[in-house]
C-alpha cells in the first residue's frame, strides 16, 4: 500500500488498461486525469442495479457476463480506479479477473479535501452529509447472493460511513438479521481526525433502537487490509453451516477490503443498497493511495 498527498508522491508505473466509473467531484475528475497519462487503454463501467447490467464503454451487457467481457480485454497490468468506480464493479472485475488468472492488479483511490458541508448541531445529534442523490435501495448483487432465512443461522457484519440511515433501512428490510449475530465497523482512525464522530453520531441511533450487539469492530478508513483481516477472522469464527453476510456501506477503502475478500471466498453473501454519488460531493483531493494485489494460485 502506497499513499501519498498527490500522485506525485507514489511510485507509480504505467498499465496496460486503465478502469474509470462516473466522475462527480474533484477527486474523481483527478483520478480519470491520471489514469489517462498512465495506461494505455482507458475504459469506462457503471453499473445498473435497475436492470442488473453494466454500461462497458457503451457496450451494456448482464452482469453474469462480465468474465466473458474481461477475457476479451488486451492481457497485460490493470489498474483500477476505485474513487470513481462503485462497490459492485470493483467486486464484479475483481472477481472476474481472479477467474481468468490474472496474477496482479492495482487500485487507486483518492481521499476528498472535505465532503459538502453538513448541517452541523450538537455533538450527537445527526450530521447531514447528503452524499447520495438516490439510493434504489437493497438489491442482490450477481455472484454474492445467499438467501437471509431464518432456517439458516447467519452473522452479519456492516461497514458503516456517515449515512445511518442505510444501516437502519438494512435492518428493516432484513428483519431475520438476529440483533445478537449482527456487528458493526467504523472507520477508525478516519480520513482526517474527528471525521469518525460524524459516523458514530448517525448510527449510535439506529444501533441502539436495534440493539445490535454482534460486536463493535474498528478499522483505518483508508485500510483495505485491516478490512480484509477483520473478515478472514469473523469467516474462520462462524459456527457449523453459518453464513456471513457484509454490508460495505461504509469507507471506500473498506468496500475494497470486502470485494476482494468476497471475490476471493465462496458462499458470502453481500447486502448493498446501491447509492447513487451526488455531484459535488467532495471537494478537492486529499491523499493518494495505491493498492497492490496479487491474488494466490
Known amino acids: 500500500m502506497q499513499e501519498g498527498e498527490s500522485f506525485a508522491d507514489l511510485t507509480a508505473n504505467h498499465w496496460d488498461i486503465g478502469v474509470v466509473g462516473r466522475t462527480v467531484d474533484d477527486r474523481g475528475r483527478a483520478a480519470a486525469e491520471f489514469l489517462s497519462s498512465r495506461t494505455g487503454r482507458l475504459v469506462s463501467v457503471e453499473y445498473d442495479p435497475e436492470e442488473f447490467d453494466l454500461d462497458f464503454g457503451g457496450s451494456r451487457l448482464n452482469a453474469e457476463e462480465v468474465d466473458q467481457f474481461v477475457s476479451k480485454l488486451d492481457r497485460g497490468s490493470v489498474l483500477l480506479e476505485t ?22 492488479l492495482a487500485l487507486l483511490y483518492v481521499e476528498p479535501l472535505s465532503y459538502s458541508n453538513p448541517r452541523r448541531s ?54 431475520m438479521i438476529k440483533p445478537a449475530h449482527c456487528s458493526v465497523v467504523f472507520g477508525v482512525p478516519a480520513f482526517r481526525p ?11 441511533r439506529v444501533i441502539g433502537e436495534r440493539n ?38 461504509g469507507t471506500k477503502p473498506n468496500g475494497i477490503g470486502v470485494a476482494l ?8 453473501g453481500i447486502l448493498y443498497d446501491h447509492p447513487r454519488r451526488r455531484a459535488g460531493r467532495s471537494y478537492l483531493t486529499g491523499r493518494w493511495h495505491l493498492f497492490d494485489v496479487e491474488f494466490e494460485s
Open 83 to 104: 474513487t470513481t468506480l462503485g462497490f459492485v464493479e470493483i467486486f464484479l472485475l475483481c472477481r472476474a479477473l481472479r477467474k481468468l488468472g490474472v496474477p496482479k
Open 122 to 175: 450538537q455533538l450527537l445529534e445527526r450530521r447531514d452529509f447528503e452524499l447520495s442523490e438516490k439510493v434504489p435501495g437493497y438489491k442482490a448483487i450477481p455472484g454474492a447472493t445467499l438467501m437471509l432465512t431464518d432456517r439458516t443461522p447467519q452473522r452479519a457484519v456492516f461497514f458503516l460511513g456517515y449515512e445511518g440511515e442505510r444501516l437502519e433501512r438494512a435492518l428493516e428490510d432484513y428483519q
Open 194 to 204: 474527528g471525521w469518525e464522530m460524524d459516523a458514530f453520531a448517525n448510527n449510535i
Open 212 to 249: 445490535v450487539r454482534g460486536g463493535v469492530y474498528f478499522c483505518g478508513a483508508e485500510n483495505p487490509v485491516a478490512a480484509f483481516e477483520l473478515l478472514t477472522e469473523l469467516h474462520r469464527g462462524l459456527l457449523q453451516n453459518e453464513r456471513l453476510f457484509i454490508g460495505p456501506i
Open 261 to 268: 475478500f468476497a471475490a476471493t471466498h465462496e458462499n458470502i
